[in-house]
Structure formats: structure tokens, C-alpha cells
């Protein structure tokens, strides 16, 4: 028995697109309005889908529960599975003590707050996006600059603006994985345009940083290092994302502008040591941190270096071919070619495949266990410990276990039901101005969710259909997604919550967001200007 899709079950395609919406803006207000959290969202977010698809959408009611129970199934393996070990990785180091010479190792190259805002806010904050994501990095460069002595608004906002260059590969590549997984695009080629778009905006968020906090004049003392860490961190992660996948351009771009960073400022010191007005001199030296010798700094930074190693050897393609072959294929009964889609939105009357494949071995995150390991080796951690701080984890990791599986499960939902195509027939009305508005889609998918993640997952299909509507590639207005949601990061709820805790700004989240949101409105401005340009006359550019 088949079900084919209804893409204007009421009496126009505006209500069509509005009860389409219902999810979408109750994930609005009770993220943006009513603070929930992000479980609460995510779970009363996909029963609404549920309920318009079955009550509006008329689809049978054991078709949505299996096409959100797949999606449920995918946001816990594979994507749950590489949050968990990413972070697995990270807490090890943390309970070994290793973290704290890992930042410090940073911490004591410069005492001027421009050059550490360089070093921590923007090329460590991004290694910790692209090793974990998920919040991780502006809690701890935020707490680490507060430390330092910064002042906690500027922490707090120069960490989220910082946080634009890596979001769209964060944690592993998983914005990239899930955007493949719900558009049917293939995510090499995801990779490659974010590669062709992000970097743009990555070469200018050092200057763009230093700027907010010191003024042109005081800029222009530390262009020099403003310039390397952009273009190196912009150059890398343009190769990377170009010519070996989604999982490592975050870390390869961030170690490569810690690295240059590092090596310059050894050789290169700026005219004067700026500091906050009315700032103690005192309060702002690093040299009173400890020194470490070669030994120490090699253990610190051996987790993700071995992290790396594994994600690279992975992503081989001789080895990933080694490693699929015991990928389990399932095809869900009741769901796999059960549901029919039909013009506009295909040319002929398609069968949706439904195929949950256990790629166990090959998995991302398969190779962050074993990298955990490797790690705990290094470490001198044993199998007690090693366990305890797996436990400890996955403890800590509860409500993105209950989140992440509840979006994915909306996501599946909303494209097997033709929500999502609805919501693109409407969207099409735009015609060829909708490349700049796929930007968009993506800045308020994050800024709901606070996750590129989510938004890949709740408008990559969305994006894909609309962009084929108005006979652009679809590779292009996916991207997009990812690359305008960056800019949404910074002005979500929860990354301003995230912000505001680990800076001892809770009950200034109105003062933070004031901080961030001009800044994220022109950087989304940016994006889907050259989305449009890309569309239509940068279109050489699309892989």
C-alpha cells in the first residue's frame, strides 16, 4: 500500500505553506519566546508535525510514526554516536588535568588582549568547535577569557561572533552528515560550496573582532596578525572542506592559525600592550602562568592530534571502502518506497526510499572511540576511569540524546509528509531572489535551534526542493543553510544562555544579545548576497 503526497491539502498554497509552518513556529516560541529547553522544543515540535501530517496532510498514521522513528533511529546513530565520543575525547582531558595546560600552553604566548582575543575567542574556540561543537566552545573560550581577565560581555560576545568561521563543519562535520542525510545530496559536494563560501567570512572575523573591541586605530597595531590568522585559518579550511570532506576543516584551519599565530608572535611583538580602559596592568600578564616543557605540551595536545589522525585515515577512501563493507542496510517495512512523491516537485510520480544504514564501523564516531583509546593510552588513564568518564559523558549528554533524535524525527517527518515541499512551493513565490534568502533560512534555523545542526536537519529539504523550483542548484541553497546559519549562532537563545553561565552574565542574556545581533543581521547579509552572486554569476563556483 502506497501513499502519494498532497502538497496544498487546504485551499491555497499560502495556507498550505502556514500549516506546514505550525512545527517551526512552535519551535519559535518555546525556544525564542518561552526560553524552554531544548528537549521540551524539540519533542512538542515533532508531536505537532506528527498531529499536521496526520490531520491535515491526511498521511497514514503508521507512515509518520515510522518515517519520525526513523529519523529518531539516525540522530542517535550516527550522529549522537559522534557527539558522544567528540566529547568523550575532550572530558578525558579535562579529568586528567591535560586541559588546563592545554589552554594555558596558549594563554601565556602574548599578554595583549587583542592577540589572546585572536588566539582563544577565534583559532581555539574553533578547534574546540570542530573537536566537539554543541556549545562547547564558547563556554570554555569565554571562561577561559574571564579568566584571563577579560570583561564578561566582551568574553562572552567576541567568543560568539568568533564562533561564525567554524559552525558549519562543527563537531566532526555533523552539520555537513545530516544535511547529506535529509536532502539525498551528496555531502562531499555540501562540503566543497560551504568550502566556497565560508571562507570569505572567515578571513575577516579576526579584524572583524578586534575592531569591535579596540577601534580601528588600535586594529591596525595587530593587522599583521589579524591577516595570518584569517588567511590561514580561511586558506586551510578552503583545502580541507574542498578535498578531504566535512569532519576537518574546523581542526586543520584552527590548528593552522594557532600554529602561525604561535610562530609569529614569537618573532613579532605589536607597538604597545593594549588593554581594557581602566584595566590593571597586573590583571592582564600571562607570564604568571606556569611554563611546561616539550613533554607536557605533547601529552596536552596528543587527544586531538590523535583525534585527527583517526578522522583523516577514515575519510581515506581505500580504508572507508574497507571499513563499509560490514554496513548493515536496513529497509524500513511500511516506510521504503510507501510514500509517492509527484509533480511540481518531481517529474514523474518517485517512490521515496527509506534505507537506515548501520555503518558501524565506518561511522565518524567509530573512529573517535578508537581515538579515545588511543588517548587513554597516552593519557595513562585506565579501563576504570576510562568507563567512569564514558558514564559521566553520556550522563552529561542526556538532553541532546532526547533533542537531537526529536529534530531528526521532525525533519523525517515533515519531508515524507510534503510539509517541506509545501513550505518550498511558497517559498518559490520568491523567484530568482530566493539564493538570498536560502541564507536567511538557514541564520533563523539556527538562531531556533541554536544548532547548524537542527537547522540542517529541519530546512535542508526545504532548501533543495525550492532551489530546484526556481531552476537553481540545489547544492548551492544547502549551503547556504549551513553557511547563513553561522551567522544565527551568536544571537540564539541557547548559545547567549550558554554564554551568559560561563561568564557569570546570568540575567544580562538582553545585554549580550544587544552585543551580538547587529553583527549577525550584516554577516547574514553578506552570506546571501553571495549566495545570489553564486547563483547567477559566480555559478562556476558550485562543484
Not at 141 to 149: C, D, I, K, P
Not at 295 to 318: C, H, N
Not at 420 to 440: C, D, I, K, V
Request: with cysteine.
Amino acid at each position: 500500500m502506497t501513499w502519494t503526497q498532497e502538497y496544498v491539502p487546504l485551499a491555497s498554497t499560502f495556507l498550505s505553506a502556514l500549516a506546514a509552518a505550525i512545527p517551526i513556529i512552535i519551535i519559535f516560541y518555546l525556544l525564542a519566546i518561552r526560553r524552554s529547553p531544548g528537549q521540551v522544543a524539540g519533542i512538542t515540535a515533532l508531536i505537532a508535525a506528527f498531529l499536521v501530517a496526520v490531520l491535515i496532510y491526511k498521511m497514514p498514521v503508521s507512515t509518520a510514526f515510522l518515517s519520525a522513528l526513523m529519523g529518531i533511529a539516525y540522530g542517535i546513530f550516527p550522529i549522537f554516536w559522534i557527539v558522544l565520543t567528540a566529547i568523550f575525547i575532550y572530558n578525558m582531558t579535562v579529568e586528567t588535568g591535560k586541559f588546563d595546560i592545554l589552554k594555558n600552553s596558549i594563554a601565556t604566548i602574548t599578554d595583549d588582549r587583542r592577540l589572546q582575543a585572536l588566539l582563544i575567542a577565534f583559532a581555539f574556540g574553533a578547534f574546540l568547535e570542530g573537536a566537539a561543537g554543541f556549545g562547547t566552545p564558547v563556554a570554555i573560550s569565554a571562561g577561559m577569557l574571564v579568566g584571563l581577565g577579560f570583561n564578561p560581555l566582551y568574553a562572552a560576545g567576541l567568543c560568539l561572533i568568533a564562533n561564525t568561521a567554524p559552525v558549519a563543519f562543527g563537531g566532526i562535520g555533523i552539520p555537513i552528515i545530516v544535511a547529506g542525510q535529509v536532502t539525498g545530496i551528496d555531502t562531499f559536494k555540501i562540503s566543497q560550496m560551504v568550502g566556497r563560501q565560508l571562507p570569505f567570512l572567515s578571513a575577516i572575523i579576526p579584524i572583524w573582532l578586534i575592531v569591535l573591541m579596540s577601534g580601528w586605530k588600535a586594529t591596525w597595531e595587530v593587522m599583521p596578525a589579524c591577516l595570518l590568522a584569517g588567511l590561514s585559518f580561511a586558506s586551510v579550511q578552503y583545502l580541507s572542506a574542498n578535498y578531504l570532506g566535512p569532519e576537518l576543516p574546523d581542526i586543520l584551519s584552527s590548528l593552522a592559525a594557532i600554529l602561525s599565530l604561535t610562530i609569529f608572535l614569537n618573532a613579532w611583538k605589536p607597538a604597545t600592550i593594549w588593554r581594557f580602559p581602566g584595566e590593571q596592568a597586573s590583571k592582564a600578564k600571562a607570564t604568571t602562568l606556569p611554563a611546561y616543557s616539550a613533554g607536557e605540551l605533547i601529552t596536552a595536545w596528543a587527544p586531538f592530534i590523535i583525534l585527527t589522525v583517526m578522522v583523516i585515515l577514515w575519510g581515506l577512501k581505500p580504508v572507508k571502502a574497507i571499513l563499509d563493507a560490514p554496513t548493515l542496510s536496513i529497509y524500513v517495512p511500511g516506510l521504503h518506497n510507501a510514500v509517492t512523491q509527484v509533480a511540481p516537485i518531481v517529474k514523474a510520480p518517485t517512490p521515496m526510499s527509506a534505507v537506515y544504514k548501520i555503518n558501524w564501523l565506518s561511522a565518524a564516531g567509530t573512529a573517535l572511540f578508537i581515538a579515545s583509546i588511543l588517548s587513554a593510552m597516552v593519557l595513562g588513564i585506565g579501563p576504570g576511569q576510562f568507563f567512569s568518564i564514558l558514564g559521566k559523558t553520556f550522563k552529561q549528554l542526556t538532553k541532546p540524546l532526547i533533542t537531537i533524535p526529536a529534530v531528526l524525527g521532525l525533519a523525517y517527518i515533515m519531508n515524507y509528509s510534503g510539509m517541506s515541499s509545501s513550505l518550498g512551493l511558497f517559498l518559490a513565490g520568491t523567484g530568482s531572489f530566493f539564493p538570498f534568502f536560502s541564507a536567511w533560512l538557514g541564520w533563523l534555523g539556527v538562531f531556533l535551534t541554536g544548532s547548524d545542526t537542527s537547522a540542517n536537519a529541519l530546512f535542508g529539504n526545504l532548501q533543495s526542493v525550492t532551489a530546484q523550483q526556481v531552476g537553481v542548484d540545489p547544492t548551492l541553497t544547502v549551503a547556504a543553510n549551513s553557511s547563513g546559519g553561522v551567522t544565527g549562532k551568536m544571537i540564539s537563545p541557547q548559545s547567549i544562555v550558554v554564554a551568559t553561565a560561563a561568564t557569570g552574565l546570568v540575567g544580562k542574556e538582553g545585554d549580550l544579545f544587544s552585543f551580538t545581533v547587529m553583527h549577525s543581521i550584516i554577516l547574514a547579509i553578506i552570506v546571501g548576497i553571495m549566495t545570489y552572486l553564486q547563483a547567477y554569476i559566480l555559478s562556476w563556483m558550485i562543484p
